[in-house]
């Protein structure tokens, strides 16, 4: 059974810090391209960063480039988000979602982190 | 920027038929998807490829995309069918390639 699930959350002051994980399991993770998709608080679905199986090709959205980075440990089947400079506009939960092999789908989701970006 | 717009919401009545729409400029050139999301719940994929279910999503669903539309309709519509419905492409042609619609709230009557 594929489960991804997401930690790291929290709270976290303006222009702080944290990094987010996703342990998957129950499928081979590193033929797998990853993204991370997040939603704030009563609002739609908004695309952040997508990694390549391999890790050597990542994706960013607009609103996060320069600040977040998306990496993979594909030993230990774990997904990152390291998240600097935070705004109180990254206040959101944040889902990890596994790329399908068609037309980058997102096939499966993890429940969520939340992240709160509050003083 | 890539930009799918979606209607906010639709209403319909049990066992009519919900048809929520995605307007992106020529979507029917790229593969579109839709998600589920229930109030508390991450999403759910439940159309792929314009127009393919997932193992275990009824028939109920389906998907169409040509011009400037890609279209989900939900047939026989059950109060179960109650959610956030979003649609999703993948721009290739983009350093930021994730796009999802605005979302559209299905409410059953």
């Known amino acids: 059974e594929v489960q991804l699930v997401e930690s790291g959350g929290g709270l976290v002051q303006p222009g702080g810090s944290l990094r987010l994980s996703c342990a998957a399991s129950g499928f081979t993770f590193s033929s797998y391209e990853m993204n991370w998709v997040r939603q704030a608080p009563g609002k739609g679905l908004e695309w952040v960063s997508y990694i390549r199986g391999g890790g050597t090709t990542m994706y960013y959205a607009e609103s996060v480039k320069g600040r977040f980075t998306i990496s993979r440990d594909n030993a230990k089947n774990i997904l990152y988000l390291q998240m600097n400079s935070l705004r109180a506009e990254d206040t959101a939960v944040y889902y990890c979602?596994?790329?399908?092999?068609?037309?980058?789908?997102?096939?499966?989701w993890g429940q969520g982190t939340l992240v709160t970006v509050s003083s | 920027s890539y930009v799918l717009t979606q209607p906010p919401s639709v209403s319909v009545a049990p066992g009519q038929t919900a048809k929520i729409t995605c307007g992106g400029n020529n979507i029917g050139s790229r593969s579109a998807h839709w998600y589920q999301q229930k109030p508390g719940q991450a999403p759910v994929l439940v159309i792929y490829?314009?127009?393919d279910r997932p193992s275990g999503i009824p028939e109920r669903f389906s998907g169409s995309n040509s011009g400037n539309t890609a279209t989900l309709t939900i047939s026989r519509v059950e109060a179960g069918d109650e959610a956030d419905y979003y649609c999703?492409?993948?721009?290739?042609?983009?350093?930021?390639?994730?796009?999802f619609g605005t979302g559209t709230k299905v409410t059953v009557l």
């Open positions: 999703q492409v993948w721009d290739s042609n983009s350093d930021h390639p994730g796009v």
């Open positions: 979602a596994r790329d399908s092999f068609v037309g980058s789908s997102f096939d499966y």
């Open positions: 490829d314009d127009s």
